[in-house]
């Protein structure tokens, strides 16, 4: 199920609210500038679905997003538990860092833990299947996918070059919550 935590920066033990209401999440991310929004696919997916088959799947909304936002590029990635490198991936993400793009994300199948640094607060955000995130340009956050990972995602980028993290050094990240 997915869910929004948000806290005070200064104080990750406990939460200022707790929403699993998808349309209260949608509303509290936008008023701190962040797109949440749920798909539906257009045509059901085989058991181990091609990147082209996803993206065929989610076309029309795919489309919607490259016009309206300008991404140029998009792909799927997919992550399970017995990837030889899933340690390697999930401690590349858990440090705080930006883009200087968006981070546009959307959970076919699975769950990942998205976590923004918006001036004073921290926004917690699992993500489930059917669960789209735009973490905006520039904002301080990392990701969990947890120490079993199974995940796939769409994602979209402005940059042909793809996902390019700039680490911010600080440690916020490890006062918060991991995904397990």
């Known amino acids: 199920m997915s869910e929004l935590k948000i806290f005070q920066a200064d104080k990750p033990a406990e939460p200022e609210q707790h929403l699993t209401d998808k ?3 949608a509303e509290a991310l936008a ?4 797109r949440y929004e749920q798909w539906q696919a257009s045509a059901p997916l085989s058991e181990n679905p091609s990147q082209d088959e ?3 799947a989610y076309k029309a909304d795919i489309d919607r997003l490259m016009k309206n936002e300008g991404y140029q590029t998009v792909d799927v990635v997919s992550m399970v538990p017995d990837h ?3 340690e390697a991936f999930r401690k590349k993400f858990l440090d705080e860092h ?4 968006d981070e546009v994300r959307f959970f076919v199948e699975g769950q990942g833990l998205f976590t923004l640094h918006i001036d004073d607060r921290v926004y917690e955000v699992l993500c489930t299947k059917g669960d789209l995130i735009s973490v905006p340009a520039n904002t301080p956050h990392w990701f969990d996918m947890g120490s079993q990972p199974r995940f ?3 994602r979209l980028f402005n940059n042909t070059e793809g996902w390019v993290a700039n680490f911010t ?4 990240a490890s006062q918060f919550s991991r995904l397990d």
């Open 169 to 172: 050094g600080s440690d916020i």
């Open 152 to 154: 796939v995602a769409i």
């Open 31 to 34: 008023a701190a500038g962040v």
């Open 54 to 56: 996803v993206i065929a």
């Open 23 to 25: 349309q209260a999440m």
């Open 98 to 101: 930006r883009h200087s793009e």
């Open 84 to 86: 030889p490198e899933k």
